[in-house]
């Protein structure tokens, strides 16, 4: 019997894998426009998490028992303040 295990975690509950805008205290943002055109302020976070995993086993014989795995965990956060 053989097994094959891979587990892969990207942050956790209390650190989170994560993009944030922060606007600092006293920091002036501006936007132009008018009626016809009004200003847009637009300020985003985003985080992209792309994860590749594989696991492959083989078992020969009669009674050859293989077991494969694979998980993959992503805690993430996006967040403007």
Known sequence: MTALLSETDV????????????????????????????GLLRLEAFTDVVALDK???EAYGLLGISLGKSEVSVDSLARSM
């Open 11 to 38: 942050g956790t509950n209390s650190d989170a894998f994560a993009a944030t805008v922060d606007v600092g205290s006293g920091a002036k943002l501006l936007s132009v426009g008018n009626a016809g055109t009004p």
């Open 55 to 57: 696991v492959e086993t």
